[in-house]
T-cell receptor, first 114, second 113 residues
Framework: GAGVSQSPSNKVTEKGKDVELRCDPISGHTALYWYRQRLGQGLEFLIYFQGNSAPDKSGLPSDRFSAERTGESVSTLTIQRTQQEDSAVYLC????????????FGPGTRLLVL | AQSVTQLDSQVPVFEEAPVELRCNYSSSVSVYLFWYVQYPNQGLQLLLKYLSGSTLVESINGFEAEFNKSQTSFHLRKPSVHISDTAEYFCAVISGGSEKLVFGKGTKLTVNP
């Protein structure tokens, strides 16, 4: 596709339920990032995938958060036992490879935990 | 750890006025600097970036930013804004061999007629 796509665009869930968010990066991009943007805050780094290397999970806020990526394609971010403080916009970005390159962002998934 | 400060959360200006959006970062070790913009109801997109070379970088729509190592700043400026510049602007930094972007909290620029 032409850009990074994310699904769903909006998700409303009840506290305690699990949610799965999907990201399709730009074809050929080896690097993929997940960020979170809570209301009134900047973007917080969550996790980074680069090719077949072990992901950098240093930004995941708790063990309820996990992410997977199959090769250099789709990634899923899973939040287990959601809490109200997980409500945020979750953004995915991809870039061509290593180095300080431009990251291309998807439109985000707006998650609301009731 | 690297941090990015955008002191102004909101900046209202009149059309055709000059504007400066401030950005300061905490560590000057091997930094790469970015400004991203988010127009209403749109995704985040790159406005301009500094990787190396000339410390003054420009965007195609008239914005410019200057990397100032001594002041650890990367302020964004435009001499004359348009209503279409209304958006939220985020300053971001990659530093120290990391691949992660560290973002500021954003500045909402509102251009009034």
């Amino acid at each position: 596709g032409a850009g990074v796509s994310q699904s769903p665009s909006n998700k409303v869930t009840e506290k305690g339920k699990d949610v799965e968010l999907r990201c399709d990066p730009i074809s050929g991009h080896t690097a993929l990032y997940w960020y979170r943007q809570r209301l009134g805050q900047g973007l917080e780094f969550l996790i980074y995938f680069q090719g077949n290397s072990a992901p950098d999970k240093s930004g995941l806020p708790s063990d309820r958060f996990s992410a997977e990526r199959t090769g250099e394609s789709v990634s899923t971010l899973t939040i287990q036992r959601t809490q109200q403080e997980d409500s945020a916009v979750y953004l995915c970005a991809s870039s061509p490879g290593t180095g300080p390159e431009t990251q291309y962002f998807g439109p985000g998934t707006r998650l609301l935990v009731l | 750890a690297q941090s990015v400060t955008q002191l102004d959360s909101q900046v209202p200006v009149f059309e055709e006025a000059p504007v400066e959006l401030r950005c300061n970062y905490s560590s000057s070790v091997s930094v790469y600097l970015f400004w991203y913009v988010q127009y209403p109801n749109q995704g985040l997109q790159l406005l301009l970036k500094y990787l190396s070379g000339s410390t003054l970088v420009e965007s195609i729509n008239g914005f410019e930013a200057e990397f100032n190592k001594s002041q650890t700043s990367f302020h964004l400026r435009k001499p004359s804004v348009h209503i279409s510049d209304t958006a939220e602007y985020f300053c971001a930094v990659i530093s120290g061999g990391s691949e992660k972007l560290v973002f500021g909290k954003g500045t909402k620029l509102t251009v009034n007629p």
